[in-house]
């Protein structure tokens, strides 16, 4: 009984109270209370195409919409090749067609969230890893109709977690507010990234641990994430994100 006491304190402190908070700081928050009343346009991070020749990659995370933001976020990815005229942006949604193209402006405010970049790469690196980006997108198992489940996935995070999994040159995780990146693809209860440089281990995206030079080391419940990172030194915490250095 002890045993259980103690656990079920470390469960309250470390993972249901700061979600707890950042719930109550999101319903006191100014905020859209609709898709239709969000802010959607460019939020003028990324500068014009044609003002970087190079190949670029971007990693973008938002707060999502409604209370869902109070613990979660959306993810996407955005490429351009070099001396491309445009960008790409690369989405998973929840209606119509899964992945979606250029849906958005690729540095949009998500809900009138604004965007933070997860990671970027340019030049040369940038312009050999965007063909093996463009492979594991589409070889992303739920890209039909139908293939999106809000909690705990696949959803858009779950198809940029599996990218950065098949693309472990760009050398992040994603955010631990990113509910659904530690679901994996065809309800896999064990993955190995591409380098052999993290382990996966989860229950369909419900419990599971994570561990590696990318990750960390990091628990997963019920689709929070609470770990530390070693290698850029910082602290994980449900709902609220990293802080480090």
């Known amino acids: ?3 259980l006491r103690n656990v079920l304190v470390l469960f309250l402190v470390i993972y249901l109270m700061p979600a707890l908070a950042s ?20 939020a003028g991070i990324l500068p014009a195409a044609k003002d970087t020749p190079q190949a670029t990659i971007h990693i973008f995370s938002a707060a999502t919409g409604g209370m869902k933001g109070a613990v979660a976020s959306h993810a996407w990815i955005v490429t351009k090749e070099a001396n491309a005229a445009g960008y ?14 250029n849906g958005y402006a690729p540095d949009a405010y998500w809900y009138s969230n604004t965007p933070r970049v997860v990671v970027s790469v340019s030049g040369d690196e940038a312009a050999r890893l965007i063909p093996k980006i463009e492979k594991a997108i589409a070889d992303y198992p739920y890209a039909t109709p ?38 994996l ?5 064990f993955a190995l990234d591409a380098d052999g440089k993290d382990v996966h281990a989860t229950l ?9 030079l990318r990750s960390g080391l990091e628990l ?3 689709g929070l994430v609470a770990g530390v990172d070693l290698m850029r030194p910082a602290i994980k915490i449900p709902a609220i994100g990293r802080i480090g250095i």
């Open 146 to 183: 139908g293939a999106y489940r809000i909690w705990p996935g696949p959803n858009s995070n779950t198809f940029v977690a599996h990218v950065l999994r098949s693309v472990p040159e760009l050398g992040v995780v994603l955010p631990p507010d990113a509910v659904g990146r530690d679901y």
């Open 88 to 101: 790409n942006r690369y989405d998973k949604v929840g209606w119509g067609t899964p992945v979606r193209k």
């Open 220 to 222: 997963h419940i019920m």
């Open 23 to 42: 719930a109550g700081y999101w319903y006191i928050k100014d905020r859209p209370h609709s898709w239709r009343e969000a802010n959607w346009k460019s």
């Open 185 to 189: 693809p065809e309800g896999k209860l």
């Open 1 to 3: 009984m002890k045993l």
């Open 204 to 212: 369909y995206g419900l419990f599971g641990v994570s561990a590696g």
